[in-house]
């Protein structure tokens, strides 16, 4: 019912514009592509097309532009179909100029079988005239539309000049037998592969196209003839005939196949360049592809990007299980805010700006410093990755920009819902009831400690700090400090440092000591009159004087025995990662925040750590025995979050 409905809508628009003078049909024509091209979702198809293809080369609103330009475009292409049985030889030679003509003339003389070869450009539909005026049937290779009634029409329309609709399928051995014949055949070229498709780089990405066309050229040793049509002004176009392409012939067969679709790929791009409002851009060309990007979004909070890199990591070690076509290209984004005040504006005006972005990432500007605006505002990506509050609202952003996936790691905060989200990487101990397939959750927060970083950091380390790697026990002290209400005692901890140097000297440890920034003064006063000097004290670090670049990493490689306070979240979950010993130090005022002592606990009921304070660390300290391997609890969780990101893929 619905098929003939639309028919008879269509028959009747085709009457209508039929009637109306052609300036008049194709003014129509131009409104409607202007309407579309403000509200039709596939504009923004287009528009990520347009990026993903030709990158910073325009602007925002230039790419609007030309998205809008083409919308008039298929607007007045679908006014000259609807127009077809009007079309004569008069017409013809009025509107349509055929840049080289003698060679199709050439070609059709010959009576050699011969495949017209032109993609979605200009209005290709209008290479079917060319038979006409050469007097020769053209048969078209075309897609059956799921509307039988809607179908005949479209090939009604398309056989009032001559030309004879093949279906794909069975009709194939029809297209055969004409060129066979020394018959004319009309194909698109620049259509999908689908998934197991012939994979050729098209703008710089991997993506498949189909084969068959070439295929069937190189047996029946027929002609391929590219024809190229564009829209000059309304109703005037320019037929460019290429020269005969040349297929390649090594004798390999299906390498020839390969090197002559992508050599009229790249055929195909140097139209595309000159004419960028003419190709067919709302079409999902890239579906199929292979070339993924990859962008991490990180700031100047080490925790986050430190998670952040984990997923990288883990992106990295996908590649080793995903067919050898694909090709993921990371890249590190630093975030920059013009200030806190500005870090703050922006998590609100991102929430209601998210819906309208497209296009109009010059906004940036207010909020970030200008080179980081300029970067993400030309930046193409498939999928983005952040960590924390902060950034979520600016990956969701980017997420529309780009019609991107994206990948956050910790719970997001109101108003920011978990649905907006792609994939969402949430620690267990972060209250979050809702488990949907979007979520992974996680025992310890993603680490990107690997074996290589620990070696490169051990290595480092050593010579910064004159250490050998074969020298005697050592243990990695790493102090936290205040965290919302909580912080560290400075009598409890002072008694405790007192016991670790006493436990030193009789078991011969050499002790590697480091602070974090949110180590108060006080503690880093403590740690400096206490350890500073002290014979086990082979390395003394206090991070808001001076710093070594992956020291903490370096650190654990050199050690089997892993002290950490109990604020330090991050820092747990990198020494259980490394598969060090880890002793959690409760030396503090007992007001950690509740996600912490939810930490602790599942990792103490996966035997992945102790947990000690000042009173019971020698006891607690003896329990360890030997070195503790990597648990297959991680491995688990690398697993899971390594499926869930080539789900996104």
Same mark, same amino acid.
């Given at each position: 019912?619905?098929?003939?409905?639309?028919?008879?809508?269509?028959?009747?628009?085709?009457?209508?514009?039929?009637?109306?003078?052609?300036?008049?049909?194709?003014?129509?024509?131009?409104?409607?592509?202007?309407?579309?091209?403000?509200?039709?979702?596939?504009?923004?198809?287009?528009?990520?097309?347009?990026?993903?293809?030709?990158?910073?080369?325009?602007?925002?609103?230039?790419?609007?532009?030309?998205?809008?330009?083409?919308?008039?475009?298929?607007?007045?292409?679908?006014?000259?179909?609807?127009?077809?049985?009007?079309?004569?030889?008069?017409?013809?030679?009025?509107?349509?100029?055929?840049?080289?003509?003698?060679?199709?003339?050439?070609?059709?003389?010959?009576?050699?079988?011969?495949?017209?070869?032109?993609?979605?450009?200009?209005?290709?539909?209008?290479?079917?005239?060319?038979?006409?005026?050469?007097?020769?049937?053209?048969?078209?290779?075309?897609?059956?539309?799921?509307?039988?009634?809607?179908?005949?029409?479209?090939?009604?329309?398309?056989?009032?000049?001559?030309?004879?609709?093949?279906?794909?399928?069975?009709?194939?051995?029809?297209?055969?037998?004409?060129?066979?014949?020394?018959?004319?055949?009309?194909?698109?070229?620049?259509?999908?592969?689908?998934?197991?498709?012939?994979?050729?780089?098209?703008?710089?990405?991997?993506?498949?196209?189909?084969?068959?066309?070439?295929?069937?050229?190189?047996?029946?040793?027929?002609?391929?003839?590219?024809?190229?049509?564009?829209?000059?002004?309304?109703?005037?176009?320019?037929?460019?005939?290429?020269?005969?392409?040349?297929?390649?012939?090594?004798?390999?067969?299906?390498?020839?196949?390969?090197?002559?679709?992508?050599?009229?790929?790249?055929?195909?791009?140097?139209?595309?360049?000159?004419?960028?409002?003419?190709?067919?851009?709302?079409?999902?060309?890239?579906?199929?592809?292979?070339?993924?990007?990859?962008?991490?979004?990180?700031?100047?909070?080490?925790?986050?990007?430190?998670?952040?890199?984990?997923?990288?990591?883990?992106?990295?070690?996908?590649?080793?299980?995903?067919?050898?076509?694909?090709?993921?290209?990371?890249?590190?984004?630093?975030?920059?805010?013009?200030?806190?005040?500005?870090?703050?504006?922006?998590?609100?005006?991102?929430?209601?700006?998210?819906?309208?972005?497209?296009?109009?990432?010059?906004?940036?500007?207010?909020?970030?410093?200008?080179?980081?605006?300029?970067?993400?505002?030309?930046?193409?990506?498939?999928?983005?990755?952040?960590?924390?509050?902060?950034?979520?609202?600016?990956?969701?952003?980017?997420?529309?920009?780009?019609?991107?996936?994206?990948?956050?790691?910790?719970?997001?905060?109101?108003?920011?819902?978990?649905?907006?989200?792609?994939?969402?990487?949430?620690?267990?101990?972060?209250?979050?009831?809702?488990?949907?397939?979007?979520?992974?959750?996680?025992?310890?927060?993603?680490?990107?400690?690997?074996?290589?970083?620990?070696?490169?950091?051990?290595?480092?380390?050593?010579?910064?700090?004159?250490?050998?790697?074969?020298?005697?026990?050592?243990?990695?002290?790493?102090?936290?400090?205040?965290?919302?209400?909580?912080?560290?005692?400075?009598?409890?901890?002072?008694?405790?440092?007192?016991?670790?140097?006493?436990?030193?000297?009789?078991?011969?440890?050499?002790?590697?000591?480091?602070?974090?920034?949110?180590? %108060?003064? =006080?503690?880093? +006063?403590? @740690?400096?009159?206490?350890? #500073?000097?002290?014979?086990? !004290?082979? /390395?003394?670090?206090?991070?808001?004087?001076?710093?070594?670049?992956?020291?903490?990493?370096?650190?654990?490689?050199?050690?089997?025995?892993?002290?950490?306070?109990?604020?330090?979240?991050?820092?747990?979950?990198?020494?259980?990662?490394?598969?060090?010993?880890?002793?959690?130090?409760?030396?503090?005022?007992?007001?950690?925040?509740?996600?912490?002592?939810?930490?602790?606990? %599942?990792? =103490?009921?996966? +035997?992945? @750590?102790?947990?000690?304070? #000042?009173?019971?660390?020698? !006891?607690? /300290?003896?329990?360890?025995?030997?070195?503790?391997?990597?648990?297959?609890?991680?491995?688990?969780?690398?697993?899971?979050?390594?499926?869930?990101?080539?789900?996104?893929?």
């Amino acid at each position: 019912m619905m098929d003939q409905m639309l028919v008879w809508y269509l028959k009747r628009l085709s009457a209508f514009l039929q009637a109306l003078p052609l300036e008049w049909a194709l003014g129509l024509g131009r409104c409607v592509g202007i309407f579309l091209s403000c509200i039709h979702p596939r504009r923004e198809i287009a528009y990520v097309n347009l990026k993903a293809a030709f990158g910073s080369r325009y602007s925002a609103r230039e790419r609007k532009a030309i998205v809008r330009k083409h919308f008039c475009h298929l607007g007045q292409t679908a006014v000259e179909v609807l127009r077809f049985p009007k079309m004569d030889l008069n017409y013809f030679e009025r509107y349509i100029q055929v840049e080289h003509r003698e060679r199709y003339e050439q070609i059709v003389q010959k009576n050699q079988g011969t495949i017209l070869i032109t993609p979605h450009f200009g209005n290709w539909e209008l290479s079917q005239i060319l038979s006409a005026i050469v007097g020769k049937s053209l048969y078209v290779l075309a897609r059956e539309q799921k509307h039988t009634k809607l179908d005949d029409f479209l090939n009604e329309l398309r056989s009032s000049h001559g030309s004879v609709a093949i279906h794909k399928g069975g009709g194939v051995r029809d297209l055969i037998r004409e060129l066979r014949k020394g018959g004319l055949v009309g194909v698109l070229g620049d259509l999908s592969g689908g998934r197991t498709g012939n994979i050729v780089r098209f703008f710089g990405r991997k993506t498949t196209a189909p084969q068959g066309i070439f295929e069937i050229g190189l047996r029946t040793h027929s002609t391929i003839l590219p024809c190229f049509l564009v829209r000059l002004k309304g109703p005037h176009h320019q037929v460019f005939v290429e020269e005969p392409f040349a297929l390649a012939q090594s004798g390999n067969e299906a390498k020839d196949i390969h090197d002559s679709v992508q050599n009229y790929y790249r055929l195909l791009e140097t139209w595309i360049e000159r004419y960028p409002d003419q190709w067919f851009w709302i079409y999902k060309r890239w579906k199929h592809c292979f070339t993924k990007r990859i962008v991490m979004l990180h700031d100047d909070r080490a925790g986050h990007t430190h998670q952040s890199e984990a997923i990288m990591k883990e992106f990295e070690g996908l590649k080793e299980s995903l067919p050898h076509d694909y090709e993921l290209e990371l890249r590190s984004v630093p975030v920059q805010f013009r200030s806190d005040w500005h870090r703050k504006l922006f998590f609100v005006f991102a929430f209601f700006a998210r819906p309208f972005i497209q296009g109009r990432l010059g906004c940036l500007n207010f909020f970030l410093e200008p080179n980081c605006a300029v970067t993400l505002r030309d930046l193409h990506a498939d999928i983005i990755i952040s960590a924390g509050s902060g950034l979520a609202p600016l990956n969701l952003l980017l997420k529309r920009e780009n019609l991107a996936k994206s990948v956050v790691m910790m719970k997001p905060s109101f108003p920011y819902l978990a649905r907006f989200f792609d994939l969402l990487v949430v620690p267990l101990h972060d209250a979050f009831p809702r488990h949907t397939n979007r979520t992974i959750r996680t025992l310890v927060t993603p680490s990107r400690v690997d074996e290589d970083l620990l070696q490169a950091s051990r290595d480092q380390l050593s010579s910064n700090a004159s250490l050998h790697s074969n020298g005697a026990g050592r243990v990695s002290v790493f102090i936290g400090g205040k965290t919302r209400s909580y912080q560290l005692n400075p009598d409890v901890f002072r008694k405790w440092l007192s016991t670790l140097k006493a436990c030193a000297a009789e078991k011969k440890w050499e002790l590697l000591v480091t602070t974090s920034r949110r180590t %108060a003064p =006080e503690i880093s +006063a403590i @740690i400096k009159e206490e350890l #500073a000097g002290h014979p086990a !004290t082979k /390395l003394l670090i206090i991070a808001n004087e001076s710093n070594i670049e992956n020291a903490a990493y370096g650190m654990l490689a050199l050690s089997e025995l892993a002290l950490i306070t109990e604020d330090s979240i991050s820092m747990v979950s990198d020494a259980v990662s490394a598969g060090k010993n880890v002793l959690v130090m409760q030396l503090g005022n007992g007001k950690l925040p509740k996600k912490h002592a939810r930490f602790h606990q %599942a990792l =103490e009921a996966n +035997a992945l @750590i102790q947990r000690a304070d #000042a009173a019971n660390f020698l !006891t607690q /300290l003896a329990a360890f025995n030997g070195t503790r391997k990597k648990d297959t609890v991680l491995e688990q969780q690398s697993r899971l979050i390594q499926e869930a990101l080539r789900k996104l893929l």
